[in-house]
Every structure is written in C-alpha cells, then in structure tokens.
C-alpha cells in the first residue's frame, strides 16, 4: 500500500510539472502594426477582403461616372443606394454596407452633385422631422419646403454568388466571386447601366472572417 501511495503521489508531482513547463507560448505577441488595406494582408483567405472591396467599389465608381446613361442627364439624376437591395448569395461572410457605403460615399463626392443619392434609409427620421415643422412643434428651418421627399429616378441593387472547391487531399480551397451590380430605372423598371466584378482565390482556408 505504501508503495502505491508512493507511486500516486510521484505521478501527482509529475503531472503539476509538466502543467508548470508546457509549451503554450503566454509571452507577449507582437505589437499591434497597421497594414495597407488595398494589399493582401498576413492573414489572408479565400473570402471577400479589404483590398476586394476596396477595388470593387473603385471599379464601380469609375464605371458609373463614365456613363453617359447617368452623367450626360440635364438634370442630375436621383439615385438609391442601399444594402437592403443586395443579397448575398455566396459562401463568404460579408457586410453588405461595407460594399454600399464605400460606394455611395466615393460617389457623392467625385459626382460633386451631378447625382443625387437618396437616403431612404433615414426615412423615419426625415417624416418625424416634418411632422414636426408642420405641426408648428419647430419652426421651419433654413431651407425650402416641399410638398413631398424626393422620389427617386434609379436604385441600385447588386447580387454576390461564389463558386467554391475543394482538393480533399491537400484541404486546399478555392472560392471564386461574382458581383453584379445593376442600375434600375424606377418607372421603366429597365436596366440602365450594369457592372461585374470577379475574382479566384486558393488558400488553406483556416481563416475566419467575422
């Protein structure tokens, strides 16, 4: 009995070391460093990234601001741009608004009010506001009075589909993306300018995108 106990114990000491001397590394990791968001990045995977979004949403910008369809109107066009119109059907995680708002921003400020972007988003904010300054809550304001808000001439909406691959051997992954971008005329309901943005990647997909 003496000589299991001994045994026991023995065993206990052993495995507190080995707990004391594993291997997991909980020094300091390295500092935190800034990267360049329109280049691939030290972690990187088959999904939709930064330097993507970045040249995706570019593209698009250059693209409208060359049609004529858009840019040769006497009167600027009005124009929605909303994620609520993009659907994502493909096998990659990605915030639509990220998308949308890129655009519409680069848009608005390069258009330098050849376009007029309509935010139906904020809608309730706005008819909340007018009620208010018709009901005499709060005094007009600095600028005009319309009977109604603006309605719009296009809205943009978009589809994100993937094709993915997979090597069962190596467990090596390729995704390859379709966006397709569309400008509908919102009486006609006709196509009035249309863009595709594509590309592959091939990676050991061990990222997770959140």
Known sequence: MKKLLAIFSCGVVATLAGCSTTNIDNSAGRATVYEDARSPGKVQGVGLESQDVMSMTDQMMRDILNSPAIMSRSVAPR?????????????????????????????????????????????????????????????????????????????????????????????????????????VDMELGTYVWSGMYEFQKSAQDDVVYR
Do not use: C, P, W
């Not at 909303?82 to 921003?105: H, P, V």
């Open 79 to 183: 124009i929605v741009i909303d994620s609520e119109n993009f659907t994502n059907e493909s096998s990659s995680r990605i915030n639509k608004n990220m998308l949308t708002e890129r655009l519409r921003s680069n848009l608005n400020r390069a258009a330098n009010g050849k376009i007029v972007f309509v935010g139906r988003e904020h809608m309730k904010m706005v008819e909340k506001e007018r009620e208010l300054k018709r009901r005499g809550v709060v005094d007009g304001g600095t600028i005009r009075q319309t009977q109604a808000t603006a309605g719009v001439d296009f809205q943009l909406v978009g589809r994100i589909m993937s094709l993915d691959a997979m090597d069962t051997g190596t467990q090596q992954r390729s995704r390859y993306h379709q966006i397709s971008f569309d400008l």
